[in-house]
């Protein structure tokens, strides 16, 4: 793959890995070797200009990882990564120059500094000066809400402030990417939802920034972004746009059905049918509610019928479920995974 | 769009003020940083007027000597005020650039700062800026206190002094992003800490003359540019010129020019190594 023109971010065949053990005595005992952990594995995607990218995945994914590549902290072990056709290998200076950073670290302002000190100091390390960083600290903190609180100490910020403060900055130097990791995390719902009307209407449709979003928060990712990489065990499972994922995810269906009594022999018959994928079992005052987790296709849906009332089982209440975007994540995290 | 400058349409010029403001930004980040913590602010320059103090009552115990004095004898106040006044540059190096680089560790800021477009010899070198810029000043006012406790400097070479400060600093320096490259790697401040202040003040002769240790001794001693800059200070304050100099100001210059491409380089290789391993953020 080489470097388009019109893609913001290409990720070429990056794979990344990290030591198992620290320290110096483990670094001689393993010969300057130490075993590694492989965080990502051969992952390519690229990101269009002016799209809005989701990372969803659980914890430990490597969302994180891959953002920490983009932004050039990380090197990886294989592969390549290009920031608007620049190399990040190459020339990481200029990379960085195209890039702003919204880390999930709360911490990363200084303390005793005020917030409006803190802006000046990283404004000026990304290349603003004077008149133009005192007005764009003015217009940041406008677009976060946090003009009235400029002047107060970082450290008097509560932790929804300090993760709008970091917006703000990464913003500030009005990048054509943002990378941006969890931005909502422990923001107040309506100063959050604020960011996102902030991200979605303001930075991508109106400025037709780049923006890639890692996040844990499934609606936000499916709510928001214009596609969804869905990323387990370091590698991605799946990734288009939301409802591309949720069609595809169709052909996994979800079955409420209410029994009077479960045997394991019910439960082997109904673990043995075909396309079955998985089970979740709650004792109600009525009965046993099985919900079946099911990939239909022809015949599946009619031997998990026959399953249920073999030996004379009663079956009281039998319905599909509608799918949500949490199921189209369960399905893709635990069956692609696995395969 | 915001305007920002852009290295290649402006030139070296642009890129050169490009430097100058992020430097500046380094410096001034660091002074509010240094006010933003009044009692330790204010506790350094009282324990400068304890210091002196201590070292006045402790040199009654001596009388002048040679040993102290760079020709023609000298107090033991004017050996150990001026010694202890300048050591404190060698505190400086390690304190502005390997605590800095682990303040930015444990404050979370170190990836964010590594994550602009900010070369890394800017970054390591400008936390040198105010550190080095408020000892001197800590330094002009120790000496000021030590005058009005009888402290001679009236034959004092203040352009040799000044070259002398220069020297020292940029020697010391080179030990202090290296001491920095450490901290990358290791995480850890407290064992350099240590090893430099325990060797500076045994071998540096701060507290006594270097010609009074064994030879083999003095060999460890005259390795440390501390050494060299404490005795090119002590010759230019007691009125010696840069010509009598030249053997410790030559030391000095060599050691700059080998040792600070090399601290880059060693910096730069820490700061990938953490890169590979993902432990940038680590403390």
Redesign the interface.
């Known amino acids: 793959m080489t470097a388009p023109g019109s893609d913001a971010i290409v990720v070429d065949r990056v794979s990344k890995s990290f030591p198992m053990v620290t320290g110096a005595f483990n670094w001689i005992r393993h010969l300057g070797r130490p075993p590694r952990q492989t965080a990502l594995h051969d992952v390519s995607l690229t990101v269009a200009s002016g799209e809005l990218f989701a990372l969803l995945g659980p914890n430990g994914a490597g969302k994180t990882t891959l953002l920490k590549l983009l932004a050039t902290l990380s090197i990886p072990d294989r592969g390549r990564i290009f920031i608007d056709g620049v190399d990040t290998a190459r020339d990481s200076q200029q990379a960085k120059r195209r890039i702003g950073l919204c880390t999930s670290e709360e911490r990363s302002f200084y303390f005793r500094l005020t917030a409006r000190a803190n802006l000046e100091f990283f404004g000026s390390l990304v290349g603003l000066q004077g008149k133009t960083l005192r007005r764009r600290i003015r217009e940041v903190v406008e677009l976060v809400d946090l003009r009235a609180s400029l002047d107060q100490r970082f450290e008097s910020y509560s932790s929804g402030m300090r993760q709008r403060l970091t917006v703000a900055r990464a913003i500030l130097a009005d990048p054509d990417v943002l990378l941006l990791d969890e931005p909502t995390r422990a923001v107040d719902p309506i100063h959050a939802e604020a960011i996102r009307v902030l991200i979605r209407d303001e930075l991508v449709n109106r400025q037709r920034k780049t923006v890639v979003l890692a996040t844990n928060l499934l609606e936000e990712a499916w709510r928001l972004c214009d596609r969804v990489a869905i990323i387990n065990s370091g590698r991605i499972v799946a990734l288009g746009a939301p409802t591309l994922l949720e069609q595809s995810a169709q052909a996994i269906r979800r079955f409420d059905v209410m029994l009077d009594a479960l045997d394991d022999d019910l439960l082997a018959r109904t673990q043995s049918v075909r396309g079955f994928q998985g089970l979740q079992i709650a004792h109600e005052r009525l009965g046993v509610k099985l919900t079946v987790a099911l990939r239909v296709t022809d015949s599946s849906l009619a031997d998990l019928m026959r399953a249920l009332t073999a030996n004379g089982s009663v079956l009281r209440d039998f319905r599909p479920v509608e799918s949500q975007p949490v199921d189209v994540f369960k399905d893709v995290v635990q069956v692609k995974s696995d395969g | 769009?915001?305007?920002?400058?852009e290295l290649p349409i402006g030139g070296r010029l642009n890129a050169f003020f490009?430097t100058l403001?992020?430097a500046?930004?380094?410096f001034?980040?660091d002074a509010?940083?240094e006010v933003?913590?009044p009692a330790s602010f204010w506790l350094q320059w009282l324990n400068i007027l304890v210091s002196v103090t201590l070292s006045f009552f402790l040199a009654r115990l001596f009388g002048s000597s040679a040993k102290f004095g760079f020709h023609g004898a000298a107090s033991y106040f004017f050996f150990l005020t001026v010694n202890l006044a300048f050591v404190r540059f060698q505190q400086t190096a390690l304190m502005s650039f390997a605590r800095g680089i682990r303040d930015a560790q444990t404050?979370?800021?170190l990836?964010?700062?590594?994550?602009?477009?900010?070369?890394l010899p800017i970054i390591v070198l400008s936390a040198g800026l105010w550190a080095f810029g408020f000892t001197a000043l800590q330094t002009v006012v120790y000496l000021a206190v030590a005058v009005l406790f009888g402290l001679d400097l009236q034959h004092a070479n203040i352009a040799a002094a000044a070259v002398f400060l220069f020297l020292t600093v940029t020697s010391l320096s080179t030990l202090g992003v290296m001491a920095a490259a450490a901290v990358m790697t290791?995480k850890q401040v407290g064992p350099l800490d240590f090893m430099m202040s325990g060797a500076t003040n045994l071998f540096g002769g701060v507290y006594f003359p270097l010609s009074i240790l064994p030879a083999p001794l003095q060999a460890v001693g005259w390795t440390l540019p501390i050494t060299h800059a404490l005795s090119g200070l002590r010759g230019a304050l007691h009125g010696a010129s840069l010509a009598q100099l030249a053997p410790e100001a030559m030391w000095l210059s060599v050691a700059t020019i080998l040792l600070l491409p090399v601290s880059l380089v060693i910096f730069t290789r820490a700061v990938?190594r953490a890169?590979?391993?993902?432990?940038?953020?680590?403390y």
């Open positions: 769009m915001v305007e920002r400058r490009d403001g992020k500046w930004a380094i001034v980040r509010r940083l933003a913590y404050a979370g800021t990836e964010v700062l590594l994550a602009t477009p900010t070369r290791f990938r890169k590979i391993d993902g432990t940038l953020g680590q």
